[in-house]
């Protein structure tokens, strides 16, 4: 998965394709592998190219007992397209680390299974050329129809 590096001051956020065990906390950590998180990090290279700019939407910083939480929203621009960055960090020990990161992007949906391949019934990507279940060219059957 993508690292969103706790020093955020002023509204720092710098997205990376590695990550740093010690600014995660365990509960991250434990739910991705860092395996997994490496190959988000790719897909979202894949998918969205490099970070060109972003703009911090919204941000707070709440106290409850001996806990501090801080969310940021930004509005980013990549080399491919749009997104939206949300992250979520705590507090420990002096430390911010993060809790959890979500991006949304209308680049995600372009390989989204769409249609139904006229061979196999079976879903497929609007842009696919060919069915990635039966193997069959899509376009021949689709322009004759």
């Given amino acids: 998965m993508i690292v969103v590096d706790p ?3 002023l509204g720092f956020c710098a997205v ?6 010690t ?10 592998s860092r395996e997994d998180y490496e190959k988000m990090g790719a897909m979202i290279k ?3 190219g490099k970070l060109q700019s972003k703009t911090r939407g919204q941000f707070s910083v709440r106290q409850m007992n001996a806990t501090t939480l801080a ?7 990549f080399e491919k397209g749009q997104a939206t960055l949300q ?6 020990g002096g430390q911010w680390q993060l809790v959890s990161f979500h991006i949304t992007s209308p680049q995600f949906q372009k390989d989204l299974a769409t249609q139904s391949c006229p061979h196999c019934g ?20 689709v322009g004759s129809e």
Avoid: Q, W
Wanted: net charge positive; with cysteine; proline share 7%.
């Fill in 23 to 32: 600014k995660t906390k365990p509960e991250f950590r434990n739910a991705m």
């Fill in 16 to 21: 990376r394709a590695d990550r740093d065990d």
């Fill in 122 to 141: 079976k879903p497929h990507a609007e842009s696919a050329a060919f069915c990635p279940h039966c193997g069959k060219p899509i376009e021949e059957t």
């Fill in 71 to 77: 969310y940021v929203a930004y509005s980013a621009k």
């Fill in 87 to 92: 992250v979520r960090l705590k507090k420990v």
């Fill in 46 to 48: 894949t998918y969205l």
């Fill in 7 to 9: 020093k955020f001051t």
